[in-house]
């Protein structure tokens, strides 16, 4: 099992970016991929989640609205859409593989990728 996230980098307040999640080794539909985030000096922070088998979603509070979360099981990938970004949401992104989108429950997620970097900064 593995996942890679990619896409991260420097951008500017009001940018956007997408990150991928590209998964390989376990069948995506029979999962749900949550995108966690740890800004320096601050705890890791669950961001989104998708369940892929319904396609059901959660989002934080502070990117509801922003933030798109999708996935294309026949590239076994899944996006996140980054849109109006703000210097808060600077942080290392890391998506992760759980039974479920578990809330506040990161140990319940049993597969980490390496994280991408994004840093929003004018």
């Known amino acids: 099992v593995q996942l890679q996230a990619s896409g991260g980098g420097l951008v500017q307040p009001g940018d956007s970016l997408r990150l991928s999640c590209a998964a390989s080794?376990?069948?995506?539909?029979?999962?749900?991929i949550g995108w966690f985030r740890q800004a320096p000096g601050k705890e890791r922070e669950g961001v989104s989640c998708?369940?892929?088998?319904?396609?059901?979603?959660w989002y934080e509070d502070s990117v509801k609205g922003r933030f798109t979360i999708s996935t294309d099981n026949a590239k076994d990938t899944v996006y996140l859409q980054m849109n109006t970004l703000e210097p808060d949401d600077t942080a290392v992104y890391y998506c992760?593989?759980?039974?479920?989108?578990?809330?506040?429950?990161?140990?319940?997620?049993?597969?980490w990728g390496p994280g991408t970097l994004v840093t929003v900064s004018s």
């Open positions: 992760a593989r759980a039974s479920l989108c578990w809330v506040d429950r990161a140990d319940l997620y049993d597969y």
């Open positions: 080794g376990f069948t995506l539909g029979h999962y749900a």
């Open positions: 998708i369940d892929s088998s319904d396609n059901s979603t």
